[in-house]
């Protein structure tokens, strides 16, 4: 089981970027995928989860409005769009996969390596 995250980088306040997280046929067989992240000196924190037969999603309460998450089926792919990016969504970003909706990270079973965000003032 592997999933692999990708699209960080170092964008200014007000930018945007797109994270993916591509995963195995296994992978992606599982209920829900996510995606947390963790700053510096913090405690990793929930952003969005996506059920991946239905695409019903929900939001960390912090980006809702900005952040869209969606998934390509055919292509095994998850997708963070960010958009009106704050210095406070600095942070590791990783995705995941899990067996029920949840803002828990001890929820999710499998988990990527991580793509670093950062954005400056």
């Known amino acids: 089981v592997q999933l692999q995250a990708s699209g960080g980088g170092l964008v200014q306040a007000g930018g945007s970027l797109r994270l993916s997280c591509r995963g195995s046929w296994r992978t992606f067989s599982t209920y829900t995928v996510g995606w947390f992240r963790q700053a510096p000196g913090k405690e990793r924190e929930f952003v969005a989860v996506?059920?991946?037969?239905?695409?019903?999603?929900y939001y960390a309460d912090s980006v809702k409005g900005r952040f869209t998450i969606s998934r390509d089926k055919d292509k095994n792919t998850m997708y963070l769009q960010m958009n009106s990016l704050k210095p406070e969504d600095t942070a590791v970003y990783y995705c995941?996969?899990?067996?029920?909706?949840?803002?828990?990270?001890?929820?999710?079973?499998?988990w990527g390596q991580g793509t670093l965000v950062t954005v400056s003032s």
């Open positions: 995941a996969t899990g067996s029920a909706i949840s803002r828990s990270s001890s929820s999710y079973d499998y």
């Open positions: 996506i059920t991946w037969s239905a695409g019903v999603t």
